[in-house]
């Protein structure tokens, strides 16, 4: 499908009924996760008087009627795309539908959508200021599996946002515009997360410029100290509220934000008129804290404030695309929501049950997943590809169950999606996190990923079936015809016949297709 499902069974929450769903989402407590169907986050501002305006998620439809579709998948081997819903009215999301509709190839993200009936539905941001990875300067989608997590027991994904990966609506209906009042939550993973700008849920310029002081009010999530921020290292919620990333009323450190700690944290900003707060909490358990609230920074330019009413996710206002996080669902008010509202919701969110799920299957080309990678060629059907231990260099080595511990954690490697396409593959080393697979005057490495677009492209290789028809075949993302191979028991990327001696087409097939193993560690 390509559009969105018609909203189903949905209706206004009337004004005579809101005193008593406000009562009934305060009551609402972590330990029953069975309730969060009984309403949802957006039933509870319906009832405070300030409704959402967007709300989206790919874990849980966010009214209590609610059925129409989450999120949008499309698959990388023939393009087709399926709309994924809950699995029932208010209920959470059906991830055994997107697990049959991407076996055995993978899939991205292609729209969140915006279950209040407005169309506020993001979809892959487009070219801004600053220009994204993919095609036409736009940025990268979210691979659909990379984000496992489970609700009350049911199996559903997250948005991962790898650096490069941006969602946006430039053309939106009712998200506050000027000094009008706003409330915004997220439900973030707390552990994923780095200084780049800037991993944002919110309101920004329907230009994808940066136009100025005020132009902006987001939620920030993560530990740049560029612009502000809290006690502790980090990582912080913040507010982005352009050319600012601010932890309270001043420019840069403010005492009362704290350094987040929860695997699962609700991040929450609100603004109006010379007015504005961040608050958060465990989006397990418990309540939220108010970080700030009081009048706007003392700092010229954002009071009054002249916000332009876009959307965006995992990016800036200018599409600065540094950045990285996890998002699970989030929503936005018309309106400055009490903070009895945000409670309620609070409970609501706790209600839900979120909880970490496993990773991919070991053995497997699922992006979270761990694998060791075993030569196929007849010579070498002992080897592993792995790091050496004396310098940077991925070599072929023999391994057994006798194997020192350190050799078989240097074969060992967890799956990531790409770093420059995220339909494709990236390789992180299992004992040295933070340093991927990659090569380099086309023989391979294990470097650190230092952010910028030639590491990515040099560590992205997508999968193909194996050239020699055994196992898979690993082809470098920005040298189409060139491939994982091992020769001479050393890595490289290599063509089926060249100048270099490791393009030899001796074997060529058979050394550039590999068996995915059960992980050495």
Known sequence: MTGPWPRKGWREVRAACSAAVLAAGLLMTATSPSQAVAQGPCDIYAAGATPCVAAHSTTRALYADYNGPLYQVRRASDNAVKGIGPLGAGGYADAAAQDAFCAGTSCVITTLYDQTGKGNHLTQAPRGHFPGPAAGGNDNLANAVEAPVTLAGHKAYGVYVAPGTGYRNNHTTGIATGDQPEGMYAVLDGTHYNSGCCFDYGNAETTGNDDGNGTMEAIYFGDNKGWGYGTGTGPWVMADLENGLFSGVNRGYNANDPSVANRFQTAIVKGGPNQWAIRGGNAQAGSLSTYYSGVRPNVPGYNPMRKQGAIILGIGGDNSNGSAGTFYEGVMTSGYPSDATENAVQANIAAAGYSSAPTGTPGSLTPGSRISLRATTSCCTTGYLRHDDTDAQVVLSTLDSASPAAAKSA?????????????????????????????????????????????????????????????SSFRSVNYPAKYLRHYAYTGYIASDGGSNSWDSATSWAADTSWLVRQPWS
Request: aromatic share 12%; hydrophobic share 30%.
């Open 411 to 471: 074969a060992t490697w967890t799956v990531r999606a790409g770093l420059s396409d995220t339909s494709c593959l990236s390789f992180e080393s299992a004992d040295a996190p933070g340093r991927f697979l990659r090569h380099r005057n086309f023989q391979l490495y294990l470097n650190a990923d230092d952010g910028g677009g030639t590491f990515a492209q040099d560590a992205t290789f997508c999968p193909t079936p194996g050239n020699s028809g055994q196992g």
